[in-house]
């Protein structure tokens, strides 16, 4: 697993300054939560009650799959889910709260499915975000969810130096579903490419859709992040640079990884007893 160096206070304010122009920058986001929404055709559970987990602006998506069900829209950044309300007029549209993937407001039990679009990578503590939906989660409810890799964006790693995320690996947020508690992980992965006109076009894109560094500053020193004019500058020239290199366009890398795992019975009571179960 990547060093944990994410702060979450500045990815939240990244987030809600991002919020009037999240829909249109997102594309990444749309096309993976089409891609999984393909994926719960596999999946023959109906669910009752559904949390979607680090939403952004409510989706009407898992509404429209599951009509009866009862939808909650979940984001750590309050001006997302705002935009959600005014967006949708139609009758009962997603319950929104605010509120943090590592702290879950919510009742132990109380979903049958998790739906986590892109959402992920921008928890702090990763491990304690997939403890807090395993705890959630009805026994034999779903997790289902698409995050980024560690090839993610290296393009970007690569003019940038340090000043990027470091993603998990597949096989690291396996090993966390199972640390978790979670039962039958499936993992997989794809890559995406997206071609930008330049360097400015592709930083815009990024701040458009709060995807901007949110990285945690060492003790006593100033907040870190994709600002400065040298540092812009020696930036915008590498980019230029990769641009050159890859005939007059500017191509960036996701690593998308999917997973999904399931909440099975517990083996033991809460005072560490076995429990046999009779069919």
């Known amino acids: 697993m990547p060093e944990v160096v994410l ?34 055709d596999y999946i023959k559970q109906v669910p009752r009650r559904v949390l979607d987990a680090g939403s952004g602006p409510p989706q009407r998506v898992l509404r429209k799959r599951y009509p009866d069900a009862d939808v909650v829209a979940l984001d750590f950044a309050l001006a997302m889910l705002r935009m959600g309300k005014k967006k949708f007029f139609e009758r009962n549209p997603p319950k929104a709260v605010c509120a943090d993937l590592a702290r879950l407001p919510f009742a132990a039990g109380a979903f049958d499915l998790v739906w986590s679009n892109m959402a992920l990578h921008w928890a702090a503590d990763p491990q304690a975000a997939l403890r807090e939906i395993h705890r ?32 998990a690996d597949m096989h690291d947020l396996g090993d966390l579903l199972l640390h978790a508690g979670f039962a039958e992980p499936v993992m997989d992965m794809e890559r995406i490419t997206l071609v930008y ?79 046999v179960r009779f069919s």
């Open 7 to 40: 702060d979450s206070k500045i990815a939240r304010r990244h987030f809600e300054r991002a919020a009037a122009s999240y829909a249109k920058a997102s594309r990444i986001e749309a096309e993976i939560g089409s891609r999984m929404l393909e994926r719960l």
């Open 197 to 275: 006109a330049d360097g400015p076009a592709l930083l815009a894109d990024l701040r458009a859709s709060g995807q901007t560094c949110a990285l945690a500053a060492p003790a006593g020193a100033p907040p870190r992040g994709l600002s400065g004019r040298a540092f812009l500058a020696a930036l915008q020239a590498e980019l230029a640079a990769l641009k050159l290199a890859a005939g007059g366009k500017l191509p960036v890398s996701y690593e998308v990884v999917y997973g999904h795992a399931w909440k099975a019975a517990p083996k033991r009571s809460a005072d560490g007893r076995s429990i």
């Open 136 to 167: 959630v989660l009805a026994v034999d409810g779903l997790l289902m969810f698409s995050t980024l890799g560690p090839d993610t964006l290296g393009e970007l790693r690569k003019a940038a130096g340090g000043r990027v995320h470091a993603f």
